[in-house]
């Protein structure tokens, strides 16, 4: 299996990483708070629930990692980070409607509480709260930037809805969803906080890519997790990609080396969803080596994230994305 380098300098673990983006975040939180506030009295409901659910802010974060490693020391990145979370929350919320999901961080969704209706329509007020905040910042390459993402999301979601119960999806359609899904938001994040630093377009392309290798450890990393880990450490509800009929890359790498009869079953699941047999498709899966594929791929893009800092100027800060692309493949939520 592949591994990744070790670097004594560098932050030890997720919470090294938090503490060292601590006054950012606190300051980025403060101003979600503040933005998500409404007149609509449900809008301010299903906005606390979302606030009260916690969460990483990874996003945020790595946009405000991102820009302190360019060497930025203004203001804007507070705002930029938010839009960012905006953007983020607003496609948790459509994405539980249409996977009729019903537990997201060991807590209910808010369709599962408010409905499906009440969910959709404050992400879109999410949506539409980002945009605000992006004019504020009268920038036009980071409304550019930002207005392409978010459609590139939107036909991330579509390409998956397309992909939901089809068994014969394979390694390049996976990947072209999970690029468009999570890793361009990640991208997204790390090349604006370049920008923000002003640093020379080779160092702001290394950024972008950075985010982008780290998204998809992410993505394949979570993926791998739906079959490994267990509901109260996950938050969610093991085998909830098999019972939407989702083919994640360790069911399209177990289909490579099943048999004809544990095929056949992998393929019945894909297609129907359910989870009646989900003990048996999973052993299926770790019979045929998909999970320890999944992983190595996994690795090779955090591998791939920690090549592209090498361009920037050694910090801290440096360091800590380099511990998240760490964290990104050995997190167990």
Known sequence: MNSIPADANRPADFAAVRALAD???RRIDQLIRTRLASDVVLINQIADHIIAGGGKRLR?????????AAGYRGEQHV????????IHTSTLLHDDVVDESGLRRGRQTANALWGNAASVLVGDFLYSRSFQLMVELDDMRVMRILADTTNTIAEGEVLQLLNIGNADVD??????????KTAVLFAAATELGG???????EQVTALRRYGMELGYAFQIADDLLDYTSDADTLGKNIGDDLAEGKPTLPLIYALQNATPEQAASLRHAIEHGGLDSLDRIVASIRDSGALERTRERAVAHATAAHEALSLLPA??????????ADYSVQRTF
């Open 315 to 324: 910090s801290p800060y440096r360091d800590a994305l380099a511990t998240l």
């Open 23 to 25: 006054a950012d975040m």
């Open 60 to 68: 945020p974060m790595l946009h405000a990692l991102a820009a302190r």
């Open 79 to 86: 705002k930029l980070a938010a839009v960012i979370e905006f």
């Open 171 to 180: 390694e390049a359609a996976y990947l072209a969803v999970i690029e468009r």
């Open 195 to 201: 920008l923000l630093g002003g640093l020379p377009a």
